[in-house]
Nanobody, 123 residues
Framework: QVQLVESGGGLVQAGGSLRLSCVAS????????MGWFRQAPGKEREIVAA?????????YYTTSVKGRFTISKDNAKNTVYLQMNSLGLEDTAVYYC???????????????WGQGTQVTVSS
């Protein structure tokens, strides 16, 4: 069993930055692929970024966040981060951390989910 706890969300002005953190319990964190998803009101949950559990740390970013967001993983701290820069109104959503066996872009790929953290970008 893996438990995930997100933090770091909040209210930020457009153009600002936030860093989300997700702390995982369990002994398999280092080998787990980790993903960040988001869900805006009235929209489906979508992948934001993901990172593999392998030593190469392969990453994936959805097109809309490339160049603005960075996902990273600290195995010593059992933590995955999402650094978000140049935030826009369209980034407003609840952000979820997820853990799975392989890197994937679909929700079904991941076995464990956090409770979510709200990110609100204001104009």
């Amino acid at each position: 069993q893996v438990q995930l706890v997100e933090s770091g969300g909040g209210l930020v002005q457009a153009g600002g930055s936030l860093r989300l953190s997700c702390v995982a319990s369990g002994r398999t964190f280092s080998s787990s692929a980790m993903g960040w998803f988001r869900q805006a009101p009235g929209k489906e949950r979508e992948i934001v970024a993901a990172i593999s559990g392998s030593g190469l740390s392969t990453t994936y970013y959805t097109t809309s966040v490339k160049g603005r967001f960075t996902i990273s993983k600290d195995n010593a701290k059992n933590t995955v981060y999402l650094q978000m820069n140049s935030l826009g109104l369209e980034d407003t959503a609840v952000y979820y951390c997820a853990a799975g066996r392989v890197l994937g872009t679909k929700s079904e790929t991941y076995d464990y989910w956090g409770q979510g953290t709200q990110v609100t970008v204001s104009s």
